[in-house]
């Protein structure tokens, strides 16, 4: 089994990543990293610099998602920063109530949002594999659900919030489900190349 260092801190991105993973027969390992300044203007550039690095410390095959909300009423806001949107140190509820309080005299039919994730693997030799994926929703006027994290909450699809949904159902739907899809497609082609 082959095994991937994965560019996280976050507990939850881990356990999406490992889900996906686990049937390409790769095991999905974290390691003490340096911090990386997310300095890209988009997701595809933040999870390059990240993968980037946690390869060149690792020695290891590297994979590093970065992904975010995108609301058109707010212009594609938080979108790369949408960890950061309510300040450092905050709590998801924290950034919540933020973009709650930043819609909130916008009305229903015009809180269309969408979910991006862009997803970077960097090996050892220079080799790059990227993979995109989007979900599109909208944004209820209050959290609802207790499953998921970030702005899943707030976050609905087909009358649901993504904090609603098991981690099967969002895995078929979501921008990371679909990115990693994409990913693992990439993978397996890649593995079969080198056989």
Same mark, same amino acid.
Request: with cysteine; glycine share 8%.
């Given at each position: 089994?082959?095994? $991937?260092?994965?560019?996280?801190?976050?507990?939850?991105? +881990?356990?999406?990543?490992? &889900?996906? +993973?686990?049937?390409? !027969?790769?095991?999905?390992?974290?390691?003490?990293?340096?911090?990386?300044?997310?300095?890209?203007?988009?997701?595809?550039?933040?999870? $390059?610099?990240?993968?980037? #690095?946690? =390869? /060149? %410390?690792?020695?290891?095959?590297?994979?590093?998602?970065?992904?975010? @909300?995108?609301?058109? #009423?707010? !212009?594609?806001?938080?979108?790369?920063?949408?960890? &950061?949107?309510?300040?450092?140190?905050?709590?998801?509820?924290? /950034?919540?109530?933020?973009?709650? +309080?930043?819609?909130?005299?916008?009305?229903?039919? /015009? &809180?269309? #949002? !969408?979910?991006? *994730?862009?997803? *970077? =693997?960097?090996?050892?030799?220079?080799?790059?594999?990227?993979?995109?994926?989007? =979900?599109?929703?909208?944004?209820?006027?209050?959290?609802?659900?207790?499953?998921? $994290?970030?702005?899943?909450?707030?976050?609905?699809?087909?009358?649901?919030? $993504?904090? %609603?949904?098991? #981690?099967?159902?969002?895995? !078929?739907?979501?921008?990371?489900? /679909?990115? @990693?899809?994409?990913?693992?497609? %990439? +993978?397996?082609?890649?593995?079969?190349?080198?056989?």
């Amino acid at each position: 089994m082959a095994t $991937f260092i994965i560019a996280t801190h976050n507990q939850h991105k +881990l356990s999406e990543l490992e &889900r996906i +993973l686990t049937p390409l !027969k790769i095991d999905a390992a974290t390691a003490q990293l340096d911090e990386v300044e997310e300095t890209g203007t988009t997701f595809a550039e933040n999870a $390059f610099l990240k993968a980037e #690095a946690a =390869c /060149r %410390q690792t020695g290891m095959p590297a994979v590093a998602d970065d992904s975010g @909300l995108m609301v058109d #009423a707010l !212009k594609g806001a938080p979108g790369v920063y949408s960890a &950061r949107y309510a300040g450092e140190g905050a709590s998801d509820m924290d /950034r919540i109530q933020k973009l709650l +309080l930043n819609l909130k005299d916008v009305p229903k039919e /015009r &809180r269309t #949002a !969408k979910f991006v *994730c862009a997803i *970077c =693997c960097v090996y050892p030799n220079g080799d790059i594999v990227t993979a995109h994926g989007e =979900c599109a929703g909208t944004i209820g006027f209050e959290p609802q659900g207790s499953d998921g $994290f970030g702005y899943d909450p707030i976050f609905f699809i087909n009358e649901k919030s $993504f904090a %609603q949904l098991t #981690a099967e159902e969002k895995d !078929k739907i979501s921008h990371r489900g /679909r990115a @990693l899809k994409e990913f693992a497609a %990439q +993978l397996q082609q890649i593995k079969e190349q080198n056989q």
